[in-house]
């Protein structure tokens, strides 16, 4: 299971961490990432970390602004967002796949948390 939480209603400028609980188990077998998507848009890739909190990819659209870290005796995956804008508005995802993480920008992860929505206002 992945659980995410942390979203919100924040200004533009602001900064926002959202999280991403799981089981022992999935975090370390797991490579785990984020997406978005909003509304009339397609799902979007944001990053993606190795097993354990391993190595982390970015797409260029979020890279330097979105930063991911975890807590590995909590078994979480955050991502921090920087300098938000209206434009980052979106239901979040968290995600975890037995795939190479760097995969996970072309391709469908296998399992899905519940998303978490944050608004960026103008």
């Known amino acids: 299971q992945l659980q995410a939480s942390g979203g919100g209603l924040v200004q533009a400028g602001d900064s926002l961490t959202i999280s991403c609980a799981t089981s022992?188990?999935?975090?370390?077998?797991?490579?785990m990432g984020w997406f978005r998507q909003a509304p009339g848009k397609e799902r979007e890739f944001l990053a993606a970390?190795?097993?354990?909190?391993?190595?982390?990819y970015y797409a260029d659209s979020v890279k330097g602004r979105f930063i991911l870290s975890s807590d590995n005796a909590k078994n979480t995956m955050f991502l921090h967002m920087n300098t938000l804008k209206p434009e980052d508005t979106a239901i979040y995802y968290c995600?975890?796949?037995?795939?190479?993480?760097?995969?996970?920008?072309?391709?469908?992860?296998?399992?899905w948390g519940q998303g978490t929505q944050v608004t960026v206002s103008s």
């Open positions: 995600a975890a796949d037995p795939r190479p993480a760097q995969a996970m920008s072309i391709m469908t992860p296998k399992y």
């Open positions: 970390q190795g097993r354990g909190g391993g190595t982390k």
């Open positions: 022992g188990r999935t975090f370390t077998a797991y490579r």
